[in-house]
């Protein structure tokens, strides 16, 4: 049991290139997400998935776009990067109450070890 | 909107207690959670409470929530070095989205 992972852990891009972080869950959960982490801001959100075959907006979504490929896969694309995308990402996945009902779950998150992305 | 607020930082002695703070809006949240990244990692969930109680105990850690103030606490008791890190204050739970706080980083010295 991996739980959250993602690739790659350190990629540096140049202004304009594009990119895919990938994120994968093994724990059967419905809801996947994509934050962003920057010193003194705290995690913002980017997107999320509530189940798969759904994808929403969160706080900071653009410049990226996002793909629930299948119920363990959810990636996250820059087409363009620039260098305000310069951050750590997280992914990460949780149970939620749309199948499983309320008490059987705490509805904790589980986060990847987070891809550090320089752009320049 | 719901907005999660903590002071950013915290330092304590070694062996001491520690007590970090965070407010919150949303009083719909069916859990509220303390989350702890140590350096160069993702978040763990350290323990949660749920929106009924108002204290949880867990070995070093105790939780104490005032629902009416929308206050949550967490005291570490004989703090280590190996505590220093970043403690993030959630609320969510179901299908909400959780909205985290900002991190409070500890600085534990010897």
């Known amino acids: 049991n991996a739980g959250v992972t993602q690739t790659p852990k350190f990629q540096v891009l140049k202004t304009g290139q594009s990119m895919t972080l990938q994120c994968a869950q093994d724990?059967?959960?419905?809801?996947m997400y994509w934050y962003r982490q920057d010193p003194g801001m705290g995690l913002r959100l980017i997107y999320y998935?509530?189940?798969?075959?759904?994808?929403d907006k969160g706080e900071v979504p653009n410049g990226y776009n996002v793909s629930r490929l299948n119920k363990r896969e959810f990636s996250l694309r820059l087409e363009s990067a620039a260098p305000s995308q310069t951050s750590v990402y997280f992914c990460?996945?949780?149970?939620?109450?749309?199948?499983?009902?309320?008490?059987?779950?705490?509805?904790?998150?589980?986060f990847g070890p987070g891809t550090r992305l320089t752009v320049t | 909107g719901e907005d999660v607020e903590q002071s950013l930082f915290l330092s304590v002695r070694e062996g001491d207690s520690s007590v970090i703070n965070c407010t919150y809006t949303?009083?719909?949240?069916?859990?509220l959670y303390w989350y702890k990244q140590e350096p160069g990692a993702g978040l763990q969930l350290l323990t949660y409470?749920?929106?009924?109680?108002d204290m949880k105990q867990d070995q070093r850690l105790t939780v104490l929530l005032n629902k009416k103030d929308k206050h949550l606490s967490l005291r570490i008791a004989d703090t280590q070095t190996g505590d220093s890190a970043i403690y993030f204050c959630?609320?969510?739970?179901?299908?909400?989205?959780?909205?985290f706080g900002r991190g409070t980083s500890l600085i534990v010295h010897p």
């Open positions: 724990m059967n959960h419905n809801s």
């Open positions: 949303d009083s719909s949240s069916t859990y």
């Open positions: 959630a609320e969510g739970g179901g299908s909400y989205i959780p909205t």
């Open positions: 409470i749920f929106s009924n109680m």
């Open positions: 998935s509530a189940s798969e075959g759904t994808t």
């Open positions: 990460a996945s949780s149970e939620s109450d749309l199948l499983s009902p309320v008490g059987t779950s705490t509805y904790e998150q589980y």
